[in-house]
């Protein structure tokens, strides 16, 4: 019997780093209950004809795509999705460029993809996702959910832990946004903190391959005095993060990264996802609006914003960061840990 694993973590594409930890989250909590879980690991694309349904044991998807037409658009799975069994979608995601709740609210699902996903939820129950506004969306489509989190925010080594605030922020590191039109916006963020932080070890770091628009972005931040770090690919490329004080950006799994590592995070919110995230009871704390919906244009006092939380924070060493880092010591010991427990126990091959 075979186990598989359907990444979202495109190695031949961007190498974004951000899917890759979220790969590596389920891995490491499956590890730490059968040690010898070995799956066979296959990007989202590929199909899934060449392997009989009958020697799966399970089919796991960490971060999975809950947008219309996720299958077979984005999720090849099996072109007679009939054969389809035992396959388990966790911390299930939704991506959309506009930051607003109309993203969500506004979605329908197509008959095609709504037969899916309850097709789905006939087979293993509510779909696990990583925010409440997937969550809400997913009822008002008739599809059963409920709140997982995002894989990644869960670390088992500092569940529990206690949060150490920095005594001084004397390291820091903004990460690049997706979008171009953040551009004018992400300088002078950059000019704020260079200022603000001028005797602190400042970094700017790229979560996926550089290309046109990023470099633009990390040749402007190197002009102030920030070092250019490649974090892409390789998921233990984000240890780097560990020895670093504070994060300031857009990239939601920089963000997700500090707050698994117990360290402060301010993330600048750009998109669907990240608004989602910026949404849930619990996240919400840290997480910054960078873009007027109304009059649909981005923000103009985004870095006197940031810089005002900021000092609030420092003032009072971060403690307000407690209720986040409490809320996810409750969401993995009420939800988390149970369902991995469960999932272990019924459906991972004996070893």
Known sequence: MKDILLTTFPAHRSGNVGDQLITFSLLKMFRSRFPAYDPIIRFREESLDDIDPEAIKSIVAPGFSVVDGTYPNLFSLYSDVRRLRNFFPIGCSFQGIRPDESTFAGHQYSSETKEFLSSVVENIGPLMCRDELIVKMLLGNGIAAEYFGDLAIYDEEKVGSEFIAPNSISSLVFTIQHHDKYDEQSFSVLQMLSKK????????????????????????????????KELSGDVNNLSFYDDIDLHVGYRLHGHIYFLRRRKPSVLLVEDARSFGFSRTRGTSYGCLDVMDVELDEVGKTTAEEIEVFLDRQISTRFSEYQEVFDFI???????????????????????
């Open 197 to 228: 932080f001028a005797n602190a070890t400042r970094y700017v770091a790229y979560h996926s391959r550089p290309n046109r628009r990023s470099k633009k972005v990390a040749e402007f931040a190197v002009s102030l005095g920030f070092i250019p």
């Open 329 to 351: 010591d409750s969401k993995y010991k009420g939800v988390v840990a149970p369902y991995i427990d469960m999932f272990a126990r019924k459906y991972l091959v004996s070893y």
